[in-house]
Nanobody
Framework: VQLVESGGGLVQAGGSLRLSCRIS????????IAWFRQAPGKEREALSAINRKDGQTYNDASAMGRFTISTDNAKNTVYLQLTSLKPEDTAIYYC????????????????????WGQGTEVTVSS
């Protein structure tokens, strides 16, 4: 099982980026997928997740209205579209996967996700 993120970079405040998470070793439609981020000196925080079994998506308040999770089964890839970026969005962004989607109250907790990518860095300048 391997998750490889890409698409990060340097962007000005107000700009957009699309992050990709290419998955190998399992079929995307069999797993739950999430995006997290970790800013310097801060704990890892959950942004968005998708339960592949029922298609329901979950978004943290920090992502609501600005970040959108989506999938492309043909490419076995998950995306996170970032819009209206702010300097405080500067972080390393990670995708995570697990065979089972955590209970809705627990999807934000890193411990419930068994597979992780190496991360892609996003820097937002003011």
């Amino acid at each position: 099982v391997q998750l490889v993120e890409s698409g990060g970079g340097l962007v000005q405040a107000g700009g957009s980026l699309r992050l990709s998470c290419r998955i190998s070793g399992f079929l995307l439609d069999s797993y739950a997928i999430a995006w997290f981020r970790q800013a310097p000196g801060k704990e890892r925080e959950a942004l968005s997740a998708i339960n592949r079994k029922d298609g329901q998506t979950y978004n943290d308040a920090s992502a609501m209205g600005r970040f959108t999770i989506s999938t492309d089964n043909a490419k076995n890839t998950v995306y996170l579209q970032l819009t209206s970026l702010k300097p405080e969005d500067t972080a390393i962004y990670y995708c995570a996967a697990d065979l089972f989607f955590p209970k809705p109250d627990f999807w934000r907790q890193s411990m419930h996700w068994n597979y992780w990518g190496q991360g892609t860095e996003v820097t937002v300048s003011s």
